[in-house]
């Protein structure tokens, strides 16, 4: 009888190590089911790496967390994507706009080719988006009006045509908007914060008409 106490005990104690171990996995914290993960694994996948910069963003992982250029904050959501400078080409991806608690979107002088996805529009904590100097073309998204954090917007030295969307003018956050160096069209906004903006930050636009007059013909007249 004594030996087979020692083995219930022996089985209990089993166990009871395999439970505290599922409770224990269970609450290893995961990025959002790991669709950030799944939203920047997408992004690797669309870019070609020379430098191998992307090298650590290894998929098969918890969360993005500890992938090199990626920061995230104390609950583990993604809050910065810092790939600057970084030779990288390819295009951006619709996945991105899943990155809901991102704040800084840094991908300035590369070699990025395509469209701005409308789906950067749901990026509600993003504060700066820095995308100037690559080879971006197509137009602005009207939905980056949905941006109400959003401090920075520097889209210059890149493709881009047709209007400058009148939603940004709603963005009350908005401090620094730099489009010079596209081949944009119609007018420049004057209202909100774009009676602030200096008109340097809009030059070398060839098609842009100056800025915009209250109560005149439409701004976006012969622009697309």
């Known amino acids: 009888m004594a030996g087979s106490a020692t083995t219930w005990s022996s089985v209990l104690a089993i166990v009871n190590v395999f439970t505290l171990t599922l409770?224990?996995?269970?609450?290893?914290?995961?990025?959002?089911?790991?669709s950030?993960?799944?939203?920047?694994?997408?992004?690797?996948?669309?870019?070609?790496?020379?430098?191998?910069?992307?090298?650590?963003w290894d998929s098969n992982l918890v969360n993005p967390c500890t992938w090199f250029h990626i920061t995230c904050n104390q609950n583990n959501h993604v809050t910065?994507?810092?790939?600057?400078?970084?030779?990288l080409s390819g295009h951006l991806v619709p996945e991105l706009g899943k990155l809901e608690h991102l704040q800084y979107l840094e991908l300035y002088k590369n070699n990025i080719q395509g469209t701005i996805p409308v789906e950067l529009g749901n990026?509600?904590?993003?504060?700066?988006?820095?995308?100037?100097?690559?080879?971006?073309?197509?137009?602005?998204?009207?939905?980056?009006?949905?941006?109400?954090?959003l401090v920075f917007l520097r889209l210059n030295d890149n493709q881009?045509?047709?209007?400058?969307?009148r939603e940004l003018a709603g963005i009350s956050s908005l401090k620094v908007v730099d489009v010079s160096n596209n081949n944009l069209c119609g007018t420049i906004p004057t209202t909100g914060p774009f009676e602030h903006i200096p008109l340097n930050n809009f030059e070398n636009n060839p098609r842009l008409e100056g800025p915009e007059l209250q109560g005149l013909?439409?701004?976006?007249?012969?622009?697309?």
């Open 23 to 34: 409770i224990s996995l269970a609450s290893v914290p995961l990025v959002s089911g790991n």
């Open 217 to 224: 013909a439409s701004y976006d007249t012969n622009c697309s």
């Open 80 to 87: 910065r994507v810092d790939l600057g400078n970084s030779n």
């Open 160 to 165: 881009l045509t047709g209007p400058i969307p």
């Open 123 to 149: 990026l509600k904590s993003l504060i700066s988006l820095d995308l100037y100097n690559n080879n971006i073309s197509g137009t602005i998204p009207p939905s980056l009006g949905k941006l109400k954090s």
């Open 36 to 56: 950030e993960g799944d939203a920047l694994s997408a992004l690797r996948r669309s870019l070609s790496d020379p430098d191998n910069v992307l090298q650590s």
